[in-house]
């Protein structure tokens, strides 16, 4: 394929943007990363004019896919057109948190914020508001985004930050364990279940090569944090209104958490981030409370309108039928597939997620720490590059989740099956 137009891009980005793009994953692929200038339903086309099943799906925001439906797209282009903000509240604001409040177990308020980050940062400043308390646990391999208390490395409450400008002081308050492992949350808890505020845990692993929990994790974590006085806070940024439909991955799993975060699929492709949960806690938040929590486009009246429509669309038009299908025969074929060609390797996923994880020994891992010992540079390096030539787009990296939208078809996922046979 001709990629000469990225190349130039990316060689001209170089010297007016950091790494020569806006987010680090993006300038993960070899030897540079791929323009993009249009989405066309599950595809997208490069620079170059160059045709890609795409399953990164802006990683995925984009559930109804590239070309939006007429009223998700009316509903837009009317909200621009009356102004593209306001300072001010506006209606469609409260009938997005409406929405969410109606179909999400847990969730009785809503605070709408602009990213995914900004909304794990609040509601961890919002936990610590409400408990009186500083340390909060998390899930080695876990991502919150990038924000301060959340990027640590190390175990237990031996962490240190893991990015430069992050004071060391930051860390002290943040505890790691692996996922999965009940008995090293229970050991923390029992160790510092005084001092914690709260668990931040994605309800599955997203952003590192897709973990699902095993046995009763989630109601280990349940039980813990009600008997210490700590909240459950789940970071549904990625899986929420992904995974188990509009009940999010709370409802598939039947665990209620304290507080939930969510981005992503609910802005419709627009920048959002979100934080709900019980009355009692969000009126914590100002001016209910005393919990500081602003922003100048929050509720955003154009990514207001593309959220509720997309959800709107998804609730009456057996979205989530279609995308979920159309995943399980992917992860079928791709079953099919690693058995014949690379058995020591894992496809994992769920409903409209899926994966291939280069694993060494068959097995799915069940925590950050085993998808880390996967052939992570065969993955990003030998074998991406050759599904890029075969016109099928990935994700950047091996950690990072694919995607399925309600425009991809039955013949992208043929394509896609025989490609991977072919890559593999």
Known sequence: MNRETSRDLYDRALGVLPGGVNSSVRAAPQPYPTFVRKGDAGRIVDADGEKYVDWVMGLGPLLLGHDVPDAVQAAIQRRASEGPMYG???????????????????VEMVRFVNSGTEATVSAVRLARGHTGRDKVVVMQGGYHGAQESTLVEGDGDETAPSSPGI???????????????????????????????????EPILANKGIVEPRGDYHETLRDLTEDHGALLIFDE??????????????????????????GKVIGGGFPIGAIGGKTEIMEEFTPAGNVFQAGTFSGHPVT??????TLTYAAENDVYEHVNDLGERLRDGLRDVVAEHAPEYSVVGTDSMFKVVFTRDGEAPRNGAAVGRANVQRWNRVFRPQMLEAGVMLSQNQFESQFVSDAHTATDVEKTIEAYRDAL
């Open 304 to 309: 207001m309108a593309a959220g509720l429509e």
């Open 237 to 262: 940024v990625i899986t929420g209104f992904r995974v188990g439909g509009l009940s999010c991955a709370q409802g598939k799993y039947g665990i209620t958490p304290d507080l939930t975060t969510f």
């Open 88 to 106: 001010m509240p506006t209606e469609v604001e409260v009938e997005h948190a409406e929405f969410i409040a109606r179909h999400v177990p847990s």
């Open 167 to 201: 004071p060391a002081s930051f860390a002290e308050h943040t505890l790691t364990v692996p996922f999965n492992d009940e008995a090293a949350v229970t050991e923390v808890f029992e160790a510092h279940g005084d001092d914690i505020a709260a668990v931040l845990v």
